[in-house]
Structure formats: structure tokens, C-alpha cells
């Protein structure tokens, strides 16, 4: 059975859009959550688009969420789109 997770964790789902593929954004993506604790996965989608969760402080998944708008400095982001869901219990971060 999961640990509880601690109840100032979130979690969010987001769907970038615009130029992010073969531009290092699920790398850097990688690189930015796991450098604020914050857990999840993040990966490319069949329609071009890159697709993460993200579950930690409010703060940190927020600070993510933020790097997201933009990306690596190739990428060019046109929509960020933000769900909020239910903590998971998600332990590291990868990539898919």
C-alpha cells in the first residue's frame, strides 16, 4: 500500500504545445524538477506535444510549471495547459 502523500503536496498534469519536441525540453524538464525534489514523468506525445505530471510543494511544482512556459532556450511554447489532480505518491522523476 502507497504512503499518504503529505498533505501540502499537489499534484498537476500539464500539456505543452508548440515547438517542444527535439529541443532538449524533456531533458531540461528532467533536470529542473528533479533539481526542486519535485516528482513525476514527463514525455513526448503522437500529436507533438509534451505531456508531464508533476507532485511536490506548491511552490516547486509551480517554479516547474513556470520553466515549462518557456522551455529550453530552442523551444519555442505557444499553450500551456494546467490540470490540477490528486496526489499519487509518485517517488523521483523520469522520462518516458
Keep these: ?17 508548440g515547438h517542444v ?5 524533456r531533458d531540461s524538464t528532467h ?11 514527463v514525455r513526448n506525445r503522437a500529436d507533438r506535444a509534451v505531456e508531464a505530471v508533476f ?9 516547474v510549471i513556470d ?3 518557456h522551455g529550453p532556450s530552442r523551444a ?8 490540477e489532480q490528486e496526489p499519487a505518491d509518485l517517488d523521483g522523476f523520469e522520462v518516458r
Design 21 to 25: 519536441q527535439g529541443v532538449f525540453f
Design 76 to 83: 519555442d511554447v505557444r499553450d500551456v495547459e494546467v490540470t
Design 1 to 17: 500500500m502507497a504512503a499518504v502523500p503529505a498533505a501540502d503536496t499537489i499534484s498537476r498534469r500539464v500539456v505543452v504545445r
Design 31 to 41: 533536470e529542473r524538477a528533479s533539481s526542486l525534489g519535485v516528482a513525476g514523468w
Design 67 to 69: 520553466f515549462c512556459s
Design 55 to 63: 507532485e511536490g510543494s506548491r511552490d516547486d511544482v509551480e517554479a
